[in-house]
């Protein structure tokens, strides 16, 4: 069953569940659309038969889930009154990885079933804190966290949830893009898909134990 309380589990790492569940959260979201090309004097070219010019589709930008979170330790017991024992665990998703070179992508999760919103998973890109009540040794006991995900796309499996045709193929010693091009489209010419797909540059630098995207034809 899902958690009743929003709960962030790092990549690798413990999870995290809030003390206290956001009163609200908000998912934005990009769609960029490309206007039509400027003729040489700087005007558009139109179309009598269209209400509008006719745009075309650049591709998506990255979700963006913000949270304000609240903290409070004033009940706690004397050891475990600074909020920072609580906050900063957030803080450090913001720290790189040595592993990874980065910090941790994170799956956040709230509610107990699947949707477009949760689980979402992203990566830490902005965090504010806010400390609002100080005991008489200056520990704060209150805080207020904005924190902001940025999602995480992982290439190969969001292209099987877009294209669930996309397959993939492992390289293996004495392949060659025509080779895997002759076996997957039965013509050794359509080799060039493959390396579009890939960003290949060099059709002939193809390393055993590489992945390969291969389109559907």
Do not use: H
Not at 55 to 61: L, P, Q, R
């Amino acid at each position: 069953m899902a958690p009743s309380k929003l709960t962030i589990y790092p990549k690798g790492g413990d999870p995290i569940e809030v003390m206290f569940n956001p009163n609200s959260y908000t998912i934005s979201k990009s769609v960029e659309w490309k206007p039509p090309v400027l003729t040489t004097t700087g005007s558009t070219t139109a179309d009598s038969g269209t209400n509008a010019p006719t745009t075309s589709f650049g591709g998506g930008g990255s979700r963006r889930l913000e949270l304000e979170l609240f903290f409070d330790t004033t009940e706690a017991e004397p050891d475990a009154r600074d909020v920072r024992l609580q906050t900063d665990r957030l803080v450090r998703l913001t720290r790189i990885e040595r592993k990874n070179g980065r910090p941790p992508v994170c799956d956040v999760s709230w509610g107990t079933t699947r949707t477009e919103d949760f689980p979402f998973t992203g990566i830490i890109s902005g965090l504010t804190q806010r400390f609002v009540l100080f005991d008489q040794v200056g520990r704060p006991l209150r805080a207020y966290l904005n924190v902001a995900f940025t999602e995480f796309l992982n290439r190969e499996d969001d292209e099987r949830i877009t294209d669930p045709e996309t397959t993939t193929r492992v390289v293996r010693r004495g392949d060659s893009l025509a080779t895997i091009a002759a076996e997957t489209y039965r013509d050794p010419a359509e080799w060039r898909v493959i390396a579009l797909a890939n960003g290949i540059v060099d059709p002939f630098v193809l390393p055993a134990g590489s992945k390969l995207t291969l389109p559907k034809r």
